[in-house]
């Protein structure tokens, strides 16, 4: 499972430091594609395949289930860390999620995943959705999380 928020900036080659804890429970090789809310999503193998099952069963005559598949598959690509425990975010995915060379960017920990955040869209996702949390715990209610 990962938990926390850490800031690492990215370097003039696109080279993010991933947390000692995260590289630990990820694996030697890991899984950067799209994710929702303009984040990059960081997988592990297993966690991967978990994903990629649920998204091979959708029916592919709907066309959001072609859309979501071609989402998520298209952006994907296997990473590994060098020896200093950074990874190269694809210019793609940089673009994606509006991540600028030599600025911080925000990694948390998200249960199976780990999301990529760049600060700018991290700090106005969070300042949209912290005063509402109370809010939509309230409206989750019935899914039997709180």
């Known amino acids: 499972m990962f938990m926390g928020e850490y800031r690492h900036a990215i370097d003039a080659k696109g080279r993010i430091i991933l947390p000692a804890d995260f590289r630990q429970e990820l694996g030697v090789s890991f899984i950067i594609t799209k994710g929702l809310d303009k984040c990059l999503f ?3 193998q297993q966690a991967w ?3 990629a099952a649920k998204l091979r069963a959708l ?10 598949v ?3 598959f298209a952006g994907a690509r296997t ?3 060098d020896k ?3 990874f190269l975010v694809p210019a793609n995915l940089r673009n994606y999620a509006g991540i600028a ?3 911080d960017v925000i990694l948390t920990g998200a249960d199976n995943r780990i999301e990529v955040w760049s600060k700018n869209q991290w700090n106005e996702y969070t300042g949209e959705v912290e005063p509402d949390v109370t809010s939509i715990a ?7 999380i709180l």
């Not at 029916?59 to 979501?68: C, D, G």
């Not at 309230?138 to 039997?144: D, I, K, N, P, V």
């Open 70 to 72: 071609r989402f998520f």
């Open 42 to 44: 960081l997988y592990g």
């Open 138 to 144: 309230a409206s989750l209610s019935e899914l039997g």
């Open 79 to 81: 990473m590994e860390c």
């Open 59 to 68: 029916p592919l005559a709907k066309a959001e289930a072609r859309a979501i």
């Open 49 to 51: 395949e978990e994903m």
């Open 101 to 103: 060379l030599k600025e």
């Open 84 to 86: 200093q425990g950074r």
